[in-house]
DNA sequence: AATGAATGAGATTTCATTCAT
DNA sequence: TATGAATGAAATCTCATTCAT
C-alpha cells in the first residue's frame, strides 16, 4: 500500500467523524476502516487517544487549508468587479466544499471541546469574513467605514456559507445550481456596492 | 411546582441534547436537571426510552414553531417594501433564536437519525425558504421566474442563517449588531428587487 | 442478606487485594465475589474507581485499628514488668494479625501510591513504635533517653513486626509457637531493662 | 558499552520490577531502560517471556547472594562475644541491603508466584535463620536446646529484618541510625545470652 | 410516581507477544 | 540483533434499560 497506515487512520477517521460525528465513531469502525483488525488496539500505536486522532486530523484540514489560502492572492487582480466578485464566491465554496468533512465536524462537537477546535473555527471562518471585509475597503469606489464593511461582509458571505452549512451540515438542500447562486449574488452585491449608500 | 415532571425532563433534555449532542447527554444527567435522582431510571415512567424523550422534544418545539408561524401573516401588508423587509429579516432572526437548541440538535445529529429528524428540519428550513420565495414573487414590481425567487431567497435568507448557524452552531461570533446586520440587509436586497435585472 | 452491598464489595476487594494485590485483582473478581455479575460494573454504583474502593477499604481497616487502640490503655498497670511486657507482646501480634491484609496491600502497593497508604503506615506501624518508645521511658527503672529509648524499640517492636511481616508479606514460616516466642521475647527485653546498662 | 544487552535487560528489570512490582512494569518500560526501542519486541531476542525475566533476574540475586555467603565463615572466629555479634549484624544488614531490591519484589510478588519465589526466599531468609541459630548453639556458654536456638535466632535476626522490611518494603522510616542500633542489639543479645535462663 | 440496585452490551485503552524485514 | 507493525486478550469504566419495592 502506498499510504501509510497513520494517514489511512486520519483519512477514515475524519471521514467517520463527519458521518457519524466525534462520539459517533468508535476506535474499532476507524481500525476497521484503515484496515486493522477492529478491537484489537493498533491504533494505538499511531496515536495516544481518540483525541489525538481528531486532533492530527484537524491539523492536516488545516494544513491543506493553509495551502489553498496561498492561491487566494492570484485570484483578486482582474479589474472588472463583477468577474472578481464571481472568482471570489466561487473560490470560497470551492473551499467549504473542500473542508465539508471539518465543518460537520466542528458542527458536532464545537461546543464540547472548545480548546481543540477554536483555532479551526478561526482557520476557516473568522478569518474569511476578515479577508473579505478588507477586501471590500480597497475595492469599492465610494469610501466605506470599517465596521461597514464588515457588515457587508458578514451579509455577503453569510449567503455562501449557509449554502454549505444547511447542505452539508443540516443535510437540507435548497438549491442545486451553484452557478446561478453565483450569478445571483454576484448582482446582488455589485447592485450594493456601485449605488450610494442608502441611509 | 407548576411544570409537570415529564415537561422538566422534556425541557432539560433539549437544553442538554443542544449543548452536548444526543449521544453526549446521559440519562443521568436529564434525570439530575429535572429534578429525579439521577441514575434511578425514573425517567422511564413518562418516556419509554432515550429516543422517545427526543421526539417529544422535537415535536414541542415543532408545535412552538407552527405558533409562530401563524403571526406571519400579520407581518406582511406594510405597502412599503423596505418596511416590510425589516419586518421579515427581524421576525426570522427572532424564530431562529427560539429555535436555537433545535438547530444545535440538528446540526450534531442530523446525519444519523433521518426518521426524526427529517421533518424538523423541513418545518424549519424550507418551508421558510419557500414561503419568502412565494413572498418574492408577488411582492417585486418587475415579474420574476419561479426558480428566480428561490435563488434570490437562497441568497437573501441565507445571510440570515449564517448569521445564527455561525453563531449557536459554530460558536463563532461575526458581528454584534443585529439591527445594523438588518439595515445592511435590507439596503441589498431593496437595492436587487427594485433595479432591473442584470443579465 | 445482613450486610449491604457496599460492604461486601469493601470486604471481597480487601481480601482479593490481600492475596493478589492490587494490580492484581480485577473488578470482575470483585464483583464475582460480592455476588454482582462480573464485568457489568455493578461495582460502579457504590465506587466511582477502583482507587475508590482501596480507599474506603484502607479507611475501614483503619476505623478497626482505631478501636483497638482503645483498649491497650487498659493493658498497662499490672506492676510486673514481665507481665506488662507479655501483654504488650501480645497484643501487638494480634493487633498485627487482624491487620494482615492492611498489611499485604501496604507492601505490595505502598511505593505506588504513597498519598493512599502513608496514612495508614503511620497509624499502623509508627505509631506503635512512639507509644512503645513512650511506655520504655516511663517505665525503666534507670532513666533512659528518648533516643535510647526509640532504639530499643526499634529492636524490640521489630522482631514482634518481622515475624508478621515474614510470615504474611513474604510467605515464609520461621517458626510457628507464639508463646514461646513471646516468652524468648520477654526474658530478652526484661534482661536488657533491669541490668545496668552496658555502654 | 561494555555491558551485553541481556545484562542491561536483567539489571533494569530487576530494579523496575523492584519500584513497580512485576505486573507494574511493562515490557515497554524494560526496553527502554534497556535501550531498546520500547515496544519494539526486542526484548524477545534474548527471553521467551516476561516470566523469563525475572527468573534470570532472580537467578542472578542467588548467584550474588551465594557469594556473598561464602564470605560468612571468614568473620566469625574473633573469640569475643559481643565482636562476633557485631560483625554478625553488620553483615546481616549489609546483605539484606544487597538484596534490597529482591526483598521488594518477594513482597509485591510472593503470593502470586511461588514456584520461582519459593527458592529465592528460601536461600534470603530462612537459611539465614537456621545458620544463626547453629552459630548459637555452638557458641553459648550454657547448652541449649535446638527450639530455644531458632526461638531466639527468630527474635534476634527479626529485629534485623524488620528494619529493611519496614524501610524498603512498607516505606516506613523509624529510626537513622545503623550503628545505634546495632550496639543495642548486640547489648541485648549478649546480656541475654550470658545470664542464666529465667524460667 | 419515584428509587435503589442490578445487568448486558459496548467503549476506550493496555499490554505481552509475534512476525516480516 | 533490532525494529515497526500488528494482534488477541483482557481490564477499567459507561450507560440505557429493567425490576422489585
Tied chains: 1, 2, 3, 4.
Excluded: C
Excluded at 11 to 26: S, V
Excluded at 76 to 105: F, H, K, N, Q, V
Excluded at 114 to 130: I, K, N, Y
Amino acid at each position: 500500500m502506498s499510504t501509510s497506515t497513520r494517514d489511512r487512520i486520519i483519512t477514515e477517521a475524519m471521514r467517520l467523524f463527519g458521518e457519524h460525528g466525534y462520539r459517533g465513531t468508535t476506535i474499532m469502525q476507524i481500525e476497521a476502516a484503515a484496515g486493522l483488525t477492529p478491537g484489537a488496539g493498533g491504533l494505538y500505536r499511531h496515536f495516544n487517544s481518540k483525541d489525538a486522532v481528531l486532533a492530527a486530523g484537524i491539523e492536516r484540514q488545516l494544513a491543506r487549508l493553509a495551502a489553498l489560502r496561498d492561491i487566494r492572492r492570484l485570484l483578486t487582480p482582474l479589474g472588472d468587479l463583477r468577474a472578481e466578485l464571481t472568482l471570489i464566491a466561487r473560490y470560497s465554496l470551492t473551499e467549504l466544499d473542500s473542508e465539508s468533512e471539518l465543518l460537520r465536524l466542528l458542527a458536532s462537537e464545537a461546543r464540547n471541546r472548545p480548546q481543540l477546535l477554536t483555532v479551526a473555527v478561526e482557520q476557516l471562518v473568522s478569518s474569511t469574513f476578515r479577508d473579505f471585509a478588507g477586501w471590500l475597503t480597497e475595492r469599492t469606489e465610494r469610501p466605506i467605514s470599517e465596521e461597514e464593511a464588515h457588515t457587508i461582509a458578514a451579509v455577503a458571505l453569510g449567503s455562501l456559507f449557509s449554502s454549505r452549512l444547511l447542505r452539508d451540515v443540516l443535510g437540507v438542500s435548497i438549491e442545486a445550481d451553484d452557478e446561478r447562486l453565483i450569478s445571483t449574488w454576484v448582482g446582488m452585491l455589485s447592485a450594493t456596492l456601485s449605488q450610494p449608500r442608502a441611509e
